[in-house]
């Protein structure tokens, strides 16, 4: 039979219904350039793969990083000769680190074009927090609490990255981290599996959109358990009880897969003596059988091969035997699958219905982007010249990078500054940085790209502003792959620095991390100001003190000295493309901070891992002031320094008249809490309003309280707002110590209020 058709029109004539099985379909319809468009996509995803060999299917399951220059000559001999013959031959599912739509272009031509099959490639990216038009870190895009930002902000990314030929991102992690050592915190939501779940499904419907030219296919991960590494070093062993996996760390994960994420990807670390990448229970069981999860999961980079140093696996065969039996769909960079998982297959050590069913995965997602339509779906030069950098785009990621920004201290309201008529001193040399502030994981931006805290501040013309840089924070210029040197010894800006502050009105201290500090393999065991930083702050004081602090970080920062000493302190994470403008603008109050903390910040390291949803111990407190016998430390109170949900404002809150609808809960209904809340001061403004519930006695022991619903809420001076939350079952449900989601019945607390450290209570009890 011969059609008269590009190769990649053959392809999706073949998934219209020539060859089809006569599998059990998901009702999922998709649009094909040749077909119904009624017809399932299991259904055209059926007729391709029973057209497919062995290898062909396990070349699905293979994912190669860029190898050569994709426009200049194809290689000739070596381990990349191999890698594009292993192209041609269609046994390449995806390519990872290949961008920019000439490249994406030429790469899908071999594919669609010059294989069997004409099947399309996927094409992969870390695109963590913004393609090159950058918004602030993860981690700060949490302290907004605003869903509908984080989304947008995801939407920007992903449309300028698919205007690049890309079309699916390693993104969004929704790893739940409590210890601010670990470096990757910077890449997540911080400690709280509520508000994690809810910025996981902001992201993935940001990201995956309706799947049209203008969004990517989304990857939750890792799965599971990576960011409780112990003490706090990546790729460390993760030791965690059943119980902790379900309530803390599955739940974002879930709400990811209901929102309707494409991919997973597995993580570095075991669990139970089982690395991630080899686990059935995560995979098999939690993931696709009780999640009903239909997209694929891919492993992280050469996470099966790393199972042989773990000392899971014997050797490269016996690791791609263990991945694929545990349900890891597609191999990135481990070679392993594409070297022996067809002699494993004919050897009977590996079902091929396993095979099967992970290339009838990735070819769903293939066929629900589209790509079985239009291959060159993402290679439009003219959309990609139009769309990167527009401005539209530029102020979606200053919206967001002021959002993000959280007031933790403002003592005698120095903040908001005054517009004319000051002399101001900016020491610290991140505020004259302009990569810095793009952060980890912003490879497809360019450095020098961001707006400094300089550029920002000089918008505002009516005041003097003198700059010292005082000390580098990392010497050199880092690259993403290479370690940051950090300043220790250099303090010969400090004089400069010292007569600046001197002479002004007000001192803008601009210290913290440098970008590159935090983010994969960037562990940290201490999380003070790094460098001579803390020396230089602590010097320039003494010549003025007057000071506003500006942190530029990718972690929750142990600043104690600064909090006991400094007058106003703004945590500024790093921001972004226009970083420098959303601080200035924050400044000078042309825009009200009302970010709240994603994670706690510690007294000093030794508090790590430090989280607010702990449990009470057995000897939570003892009123004998005496008495040594309970759960604290002798140096410190156990509190952190600034809690989750934590936030101040130029505005001034205040909660009254805390209602609980109803004193009992029963099976099947729902009751309400309400609060009133005031804005006391003379300024417009923004509160994060926090519900709480506490169950006080369960089948397993439950944290002092849990977050359980939040509103972000704008008041007008003087104005008050009823705010109205709805507990129901779902909201007390936990996993029990009969191993299943159950709400148990029982007495709970709530409280209402701006942090996690609410005092407003009310009480209900749940019976069934």
Not at 218 to 241: L, M, P, Q, W
Not at 659 to 664: D, E, G, H, L, P
């Amino acid at each position: 039979m011969k059609y008269n058709l590009p190769k990649y029109a053959f392809a999706a004539l073949l998934a219209i219904g020539i060859g089809c099985s006569t599998t059990k379909q998901n009702k999922v319809a998709t649009t094909t350039s040749t077909g119904n468009k009624q017809l399932p996509i299991d259904r055209k995803v059926d007729s391709v793969l029973n057209l497919m060999t062995l290898e062909e299917k396990i070349g699905q399951m293979n994912q190669y990083s860029g190898f050569w220059n994709i426009t200049g000559p194809a290689p000739k001999n070596g381990t990349a000769a191999e890698k594009y013959q292993h192209i041609k031959n269609g046994w390449v599912g995806s390519m990872l680190n290949v961008r920019g739509v000439k490249d994406v272009r030429a790469l899908q031509k071999i594919a669609v074009e010059e294989t069997r099959l004409g099947i399309p490639i996927l094409f992969g990216y870390d695109v963590v927090h913004g393609y090159k038009t950058v918004s602030p870190i993860p981690l700060a895009e949490a302290a907004s609490w605003d869903m509908e930002t984080i989304k947008k902000s995801a939407e920007i990314a992903a449309a300028e990255a698919a205007a690049s030929g890309l079309n699916w991102t390693f993104a969004p992690m929704v790893d739940i981290s409590r210890d601010a050592r670990w470096g990757r915190v910077m890449e997540g939501s911080g400690e709280d599996p509520y508000l994690g779940s809810q910025i996981a499904i902001a992201r993935v419907e940001g990201f995956q959109g309706d799947f049209s030219e203008f969004n990517l296919a989304a990857c939750a991960k890792h799965f599971a358990g990576y960011a409780f590494a112990e003490s706090g070093r990546d790729y460390n062993t993760v030791d965690i009880s059943d119980n902790t996996l379900h309530n803390i760390i599955l739940p974002p994960f879930k709400a990811a897969a209901d929102a309707g994420a494409l991919t997973f990807m597995n993580s570095f670390n075991e669990l139970e003596g089982i690395p991630a990448t080899g686990n059935a229970y995560l995979q098999r069981e939690i993931l696709k059988r009780d999640w009903n999860f239909q997209g694929f999961v891919v492993s992280d980079w050469g996470s099966i091969a790393e199972m042989i140093p773990h000392g899971y696996a014997a050797n490269l065969k016996q690791a791609a035997e263990r991945a694929i039996n545990a349900g890891s769909d597609m191999d990135m960079e481990s070679n392993a699958y594409v070297q022996y998982l067809a002699e494993l297959v004919r050897e009977g050590k590996v079902d091929e219905a396993k095979v099967n069913d992970a290339a009838r995965r990735i070819l769903r997602v293939k066929f629900m982007l589209g790509l079985f339509d239009d291959p060159y779906k993402f290679c439009d030069e003219k959309r990609e010249q139009e769309t990167i950098g527009k401005k539209e785009f530029q102020d979606g990621v200053l919206d967001m990078a002021k959002k993000s920004i959280v007031l933790l201290k403002n003592e005698n309201n120095m903040l908001p500054l005054k517009k004319e008529g000051l002399k101001i001193a900016v020491i610290g040399s991140l505020a004259d940085d302009k990569t810095s502030p793009l952060g980890s994981w912003r490879i497809g931006a360019d450095d020098g790209t961001a707006i400094s805290v300089l550029e920002g501040l000089s918008e505002y013309k009516g005041n003097t502003i003198s700059y010292a840089k005082g000390a580098d924070v990392a010497l050199g210029n880092p690259e993403f792959t290479q370690k940051t040197e950090i300043n220790l010894t250099d303090k010969s800006g400090f004089g400069e620095a010292v007569a600046t502050a001197k002479n002004a009105d007000v001192v803008i201290m601009v210290l913290g991390e440098h970008g590159l500090q935090t983010g994969e393999g960037r562990s940290r065991s201490n999380i003070d100001l790094p460098g001579v930083q803390q020396e230089l702050l602590e010097t320039v004081y003494k010549a003025n003190k007057n000071i506003v602090l500006i942190l530029n970080n990718g972690r929750p920062l142990a600043i104690p000295w600064a909090d006991e000493n400094i007058p106003a302190i703004v945590e500024a994470w790093q921001l972004g493309t226009q970083s420098g403008n959303a601080i200035a603008q924050v400044l000078y109050g042309d825009y009200n901070p009302s970010g709240k903390l994603p994670m706690s910040f510690p007294r000093n390291v030794g508090q790590v891992p430090i989280y607010y949803n702990h449990k009470n111990t057995g000897r939570p407190g003892n009123e004998d002031p005496n008495s040594i016998f309970w759960s604290h430390y002798n140096d410190v109170p156990n509190s952190p320094l600034y809690p989750f949900g934590y936030g101040l404002s130029y505005s001034t809150f205040e909660y009254s008249n805390l209602k609980v609808s109803a004193t009992t809960l029963n099976t099947g209904k729902s009751i309400t809490v309400s609060v009133d809340v005031t804005n006391t001061s003379d300024v417009d403004g923004k509160e994060v309003v926090q519900l709480y519930l506490h169950d006080l006695f369960a089948s397993v022991t439950r944290p002092v309280r849990e977050l359980k619903g939040f509103e972000l809420v704008d008041l007008k001076a003087g104005e008050t707002k009823t705010v109205t939350f709805t507990i129901d079952e779902k909201a007390i449900a936990f996993y029990s110590a009969n191993k299943k989601w159950e709400a148990e019945p029982g007495d709970f607390k709530v409280y209402v209020g701006g942090s996690s450290t609410a005092t407003l209570e009310g009480n209900f009890t749940y019976t069934k």
